[in-house]
């Protein structure tokens, strides 16, 4: 599960930054989840959490997803489905209602060594910030 979501996550990132000039913001804002990693990690992004950029991402996957032979992709599939799915599992009704209240509007990502990556367990780290600590500790 792990490692779904973290190449579900680094796939956003990538798709996202083919997106990013249209929604860009200040680098400044998107950076402030860097003090949450080491210096030496070899691998860090940071991405957009807000609604109207996920409503973009799931344009754009959905695109790319057309390209692709029907046997290939699930049809319909979509990263809200993904953090949909990811919520249930996590015990509430889904990401709009269980998650968004609390999750902020940055998500970062890193690993945090290389050699980790062929493993079973890479070696990463998820961060984001958050609107309201409470209902974050509570879920």
């Known amino acids: 599960m792990r490692r779904l979501l973290f190449i579900l996550v ?10 990013a000039p249209a929604a860009a913001r200040p680098t400044a804002d998107l950076a402030a989840l860097a003090r949450f990693f080491p210096p030496q990690a070899p691998i860090f992004g940071v991405i957009r959490a807000d609604e109207g950029y996920i409503e973009t991402l799931d344009g ?3 695109r790319v997803l057309s390209k692709f032979p029907a046997d290939v992709v699930a049809p319909g599939w979509s990263l ?5 799915q990811l919520a249930v599992e996590a015990g509430v009704d ?4 269980g998650i ?14 290389l050699d980790s990556l062929s493993t079973t367990t890479p070696e ?4 984001t910030d958050v609107r309201d600590r ?3 500790e509570a879920f």
């Open 10 to 19: 680094l796939g956003a990132a990538l798709l996202g930054a083919l997106a």
């Open 60 to 62: 754009l996957i959905a």
């Open 80 to 84: 809200r489905a993904a953090l949909d």
């Open 94 to 97: 889904d990401f709009r209602s």
């Open 100 to 113: 968004r209240p609390w999750l902020g509007d940055r998500l970062a990502f890193g690993v945090l060594t």
């Open 124 to 127: 990463f780290v998820i961060t």
């Open 134 to 136: 409470a209902a974050a």
